[in-house]
């Protein structure tokens, strides 16, 4: 597929907000899409290289070179050539990747050049989300859309449904159901703002803590043991006492989901910083196990013994995984068969209390009849935490004053829209320590966009959880109201910007 007819629809994309026009749009590209350009177009619509990042900023860009009147590179062609400039090291790298680059830019017209700087840089803004993809997908090969939703977050990958949609049909899906050693994108929950709300909205439902630490899912087939992230790394060997723990398992093959958290002497958890740290560390686990040990504590169980579970209710869910799971490992709950009975909602109230009591953040409430929707924020789970709290996503910072001189530190923080962009709700400065300012100084900077002295922009890339007050309406910003009081807990690096909180997340929380 030539690059120019990849450039276009993404301006067009971008030109468009509604939904319906942007899933025709893809839809036409896809169905003059080969299974070989996959791996490039989709990425390249997601505003991402698959490459990852480059390493290519501005200076290395160079200054503009006039566009090539016809067009004439592949895109396959130009991920290739990205790749081997990217490769370049050592003496002279920097001269040979420009050089490259200009030539790279010279061959392509002003459209390619748009987008082709625009991935480079970070700033590609044309809301071509997954979801959009998905659809467009199902339009372009004549699939049923739930089908093709299930077989992605069955895969962990649109690429590589997309490539077996081109190359066989909608007859090609069913290959992609639930495998032992493939990870799957994890259920996420919604919010509710108490634990009688979360009842009356779910009925019967078990109330089960919800801890502060790293969510993982365990496959385990024979002697084999893989732990992944909710976002599908491979951790496997920094975790050596849990790949331990469940080979100690009765079972043989099964998929499990949890968390993993640090916990103290008491049996209270550590700072989440230290699970994160210690989840993060790469080098001489050994020394970090011993001094950040880990425990695991699992809510759900997705497979046993061939036997795919997603689909079965809650209920029959936990019994497999008590069946499977030692009881100390396996996530507090409270019960509610009925939610009518007063004892029963002032017994799950006071589980939350004691949750609470114990360190943790909050709770989950989950419906019993819900089956397990993977990669999908069901409406069946719902977590209670005792503060107003929003996964947002850092769009600038600008440089502090005083004893921050030379810091990053108002932080201008962005709520997902639909079409993939952000709006502004606001700035903080609040709660940093000196350790989070020195971090997220280094870290902005890699993210840096742009600089004027004062504001530095940066790519939507970084999430923060922010704890808040309540909302107030503003003229000021883009979706008409602003976070009072808002102060950053911490940063969330387990989590990408598409898990940030949404607008309509924010606005149907006014209080």
């Known amino acids: ?30 169905r003059e ?12 619509l997601a505003g991402r290289l698959p490459q990852g990042r480059l390493g290519i900023g501005w200076s290395t860009l160079g200054d503009p070179v006039a566009p090539a009147d016809t067009a004439t590179l592949t895109a396959t062609d130009v991920d290739a050539e990205l790749t081997a400039i990217g490769a370049l090291t050592g003496p002279g790298s920097q001269a040979a990747r420009k050089e490259r680059l200009q030539r790279l830019f010279g061959a392509a017209t002003a459209d390619e050049q748009h987008l082709l700087r625009g991935l480079l840089t970070g700033e590609v803004r044309q809301g071509a989300l997954d979801a959009v993809a998905i659809d467009a997908l199902a339009g372009a090969t004549g699939a049923v859309p739930a089908e093709v939703r299930r077989a992605v977050m069955l895969a962990g990958s649109l690429e590589a449904v997309a490539r077996a949609l081109l190359a066989d049909g909608p007859g090609a899906l069913p290959a992609f159901g639930l495998t032992v050693g493939r990870p799957v994108l994890p259920m996420l929950a919604h919010t509710a703002r108490s634990v009688t709300e979360a009842i009356d909205k779910l009925g019967p439902c078990a109330v089960e803590e919800k801890l502060d630490g790293i969510r993982v899912q365990v496959h385990r087939d024979g002697a084999r ?10 951790i496997t060997d920094r975790l050596p006492e849990l790949v331990t723990a469940v080979a100690g398992f009765g079972g043989d093959r099964f998929v499990l989901d949890g968390e993993v958290i640090a916990l103290g002497p008491d049996g209270r958890p550590r700072p989440f910083q230290e699970t994160a740290g210690r ?15 880990v425990v695991a504590v699992f809510f759900d169980v997705l497979s046993v013994d061939g036997r795919e579970l997603l ?7 936990h019994t497999e995984l008590a069946a499977l799971v030692p009881e100390p490992m396996r996530v507090r709950r409270f019960l509610v068969t009925d939610p009518g009975d007063e004892a029963a909602r002032g017994g799950a109230v006071a589980f939350f209390e004691t949750t609470l009591a114990h360190g943790h953040e909050g709770v989950v409430v989950k419906g019993l009849t819900a089956p397990y929707s993977a990669g999908r924020r069901g409406a069946s789970w719902l977590k209670v935490k005792p503060v ?16 921050r001189t030379g810091k990053l530190s108002n932080l201008h923080l962005g709520a997902r829209r639909q079409d993939g962009t952000f709006a502004m709700l606001g700035k903080t400065f609040k709660g940093l320590t000196d350790k989070m300012l020195a971090w997220q100084t280094e870290r ?13 922009t940066v790519r939507p890339e970084l999430v923060v959880e922010i704890a808040y007050d309540g909302l107030q309406s503003s003229t000021r910003y883009p979706a008409g109201v602003t976070l009072r009081f ?7 690096e387990d989590k990408s910007p598409q898990e940030a909180d949404t607008v309509d997340t924010v606005l149907g929380r006014r209080i």
């Open 1 to 30: 597929m030539l690059l120019a007819r990849l450039a276009h629809v993404s301006l067009e994309v971008a030109a468009t907000s509604a939904r319906t026009r942007k899933v025709a749009l893809l839809a036409g590209l896809f």
């Open 33 to 44: 899409a080969g299974p070989d350009d996959v791996p490039v177009v989709i990425p390249y």
């Open 225 to 234: 043991v893989q732990v992944h992230t909710r976002t599908l790394d491979d």
């Open 279 to 293: 989840v993060g560390s790469r080098r001489d686990v050994v020394t970090a196990a011993a001094e950040v040990p």
């Open 311 to 317: 689909d079965l209710p809650l209920t029959e869910r």
């Open 388 to 403: 107003h709290t929003l996964d947002l996503v850092v769009l600038a910072a600008e440089w502090g004053h005083g004893r």
């Open 444 to 456: 902005l900077r890699e993210l840096s966009t742009g600089d004027d002295g004062h504001v530095v």
């Open 486 to 492: 808002a102060r950053v807990l911490r940063y969330r």
